[in-house]
């Protein structure tokens, strides 16, 4: 079981640059969530989906961020237009259900922005 | 929403001593608490968590209490070890619909050889 994978590891923009990170949930898991972790800082919890649905996005900024997890292929959050505000360490974790309770977190995605 | 609060900030002991981390909730509906360990640089991983059905859990030399009335929990390391030298987070979440886990703002403990 190959876990939680997440790309890029590290990834640099330039102000006003898109990124796009990527999680691949462990095999057998459906629900992914998303989390975003400033240096010296706690884990924000930003959104949660299943396949093809967003059921919870009540953590993500209203404007430049946007996450999907399509029927194939891994979860995608997308930030547009970033700015130094956002460079951060982002956190994918994925859960086989909503009820099991315990997140399974990939190495990270983590952004500077320049 | 679910707030979670977590102190001390960072924590030293001597190795062999134990270490003690408190958290509180706010929200009274919140069920699962699970504890997370962060080493530098490195995904968090699960330590230990605790449902609201039992008041204690312990793992060799891991604890946690829980106290629904007064909405805190602790965990409790005895015998620390130089490895133990990590960021632990507590966490708060509700075991139905969605599984949302609410972070405290983390402890980092030293344990000095």
């Known amino acids: 079981n190959a876990g939680v994978m997440q790309n890029p590891r590290h990834l640099v923009r330039r102000r006003g640059q898109e990124a796009r990170l990527r999680c691949s949930p462990m095999?057998?898991?459906?629900?992914v969530y998303w989390y975003r972790q400033l240096p010296e800082e706690g884990l924000k919890f930003m959104v949660y989906?299943?396949?093809?649905?967003?059921?919870?996005e009540s953590g993500m900024p209203k404007e430049r961020f946007s996450a999907e997890f399509p029927k194939e292929g891994p979860s995608i959050l997308r930030i547009q237009q970033v700015v130094r505000g956002d460079s951060a360490a982002y956190f994918c974790a994925s859960s086989s259900t909503a009820n099991t309770g315990e997140l399974f977190f990939g190495e990270g995605s983590r952004l500077t922005v320049l | 929403g679910e707030n979670v609060e977590q102190h001390p900030s960072t924590l030293s002991v001597q190795e062999g001593d134990s270490a003690v981390i408190k958290c509180t909730y706010s929200d009274s509906a919140s069920n699962y608490f699970p504890w997370y360990k962060q080493e530098l640089g490195k995904r968090p991983q699960l330590i230990i968590d605790?449902?609201?059905?039992?008041g204690e859990k312990k793992d060799q030399r891991i604890a946690v209490t829980l106290n629904k009335t007064a909405k805190h929990f602790s965990l409790h390391i005895t015998e620390t070890q130089p490895e133990d030298s990590a960021v632990y987070f507590c966490?708060?979440?509700?075991?139905?619909?969605?599984?949302?886990?609410?972070f405290g703002t983390g402890t980092r403990l030293t344990v000095i050889p």
């Open positions: 095999k057998g898991h459906s629900h």
């Open positions: 966490a708060a979440s509700k075991l139905t619909g969605a599984n949302n886990l609410f």
């Open positions: 605790i449902r609201s059905n039992v």
């Open positions: 989906l299943q396949k093809e649905n967003i059921i919870d």
